[in-house]
């Protein structure tokens, strides 16, 4: 596996269910990073990790709960969702979350989501 | 807060050359990102800007001004694998990303 990659693809999952988001990236990279992309609206970032270190949370909600063991993983724990959660949730890695590097962001696919 | 601006959706021709542009307002701006995007696909990376000026990279090139809080993205000889989303993102406040709702580009034969 190269790049960054996510499982599962495609979720769908009751209100009620508690699942997991998988990201892993084979790129070295020291940040990670979850987003939420939802139709007509930019993508939203909901939390950053420096080094394995939680560096942003984004005013997202409790029932969204990130995990990084290590640098090369991060999860999203899911519980207890609304059906307005619905969106494709976006992995990302950066090499070095300095202010004053380059930091490209290199996307996984995503995994799209269902609330019912 | 962060406010990140650009177009909705453009058309343009094959052949032809098309602007993307994206205004800005933000705090601690760290440097501006370009990603394309295509339908059911992960954004991927075309150009950066941080210091004032023009960056090229073959077919597409990038402008910023900071004092102006604008950027714009230059695609030439448009090809139709071009018809994509084009994503304009500010990193600010160390390592924090804001994206714009990115510009839809057709491109028409």
């Known amino acids: 596996e190269t790049g960054v990659t996510q499982t599962p693809r495609h979720l769908v999952m009751g209100m009620t269910n508690k699942k997991s988001l998988k990201c892993e990236q084979h790129?070295?990279?020291?940040?990670m990073y979850w987003y939420k992309q939802s139709a007509k609206k930019p993508l939203e970032l909901m939390f950053v990790?420096?080094?394995?270190?939680?560096?942003e949370n984004n005013s997202v909600p409790s029932r969204f709960s990130p995990e990084c063991p290590n640098s090369s993983h991060l999860f999203l724990h899911l519980h207890t969702l609304q059906p307005e959660d619905s969106a494709l949730y976006l992995c990302?890695?950066?090499?070095?979350?300095?202010?004053?590097?380059?930091?490209?962001?290199?996307f996984g696919p995503g995994t799209r989501l269902t609330v019912l | 807060g962060q406010n990140i601006d650009q177009p909705t959706e453009m058309t343009a021709t094959e052949g032809a050359i098309v602007q993307i542009n994206c205004t800005y307002q933000?705090?601690?701006?760290?440097?501006l990102f370009w990603y394309q995007q295509h339908a059911g696909e992960a954004p991927t990376f075309l150009s950066y800007?941080?210091?004032?000026g023009l960056e090229e990279k073959g077919r597409f090139s990038s402008f910023l001004s900071r004092s102006k809080g604008y950027s714009y993205l230059l695609l030439k000889e448009l090809q139709m694998k071009d018809s994509a989303s084009y994503l304009c993102?500010?990193?600010?406040?160390?390592?924090?990303?804001?994206f714009g709702s990115g510009t839809k580009l057709n491109v028409k034969p």
């Open positions: 990302a890695s950066s090499q070095d979350p300095a202010p004053s590097s380059y930091n490209e962001q290199f």
């Open positions: 790129l070295g990279h020291n940040a």
């Open positions: 990790y420096n080094f394995k270190e939680q560096t």
């Open positions: 933000t705090s601690g701006f760290n440097g």
């Open positions: 800007n941080v210091l004032d």
């Open positions: 993102a500010v990193r600010a406040n160390f390592n924090k990303f804001y």
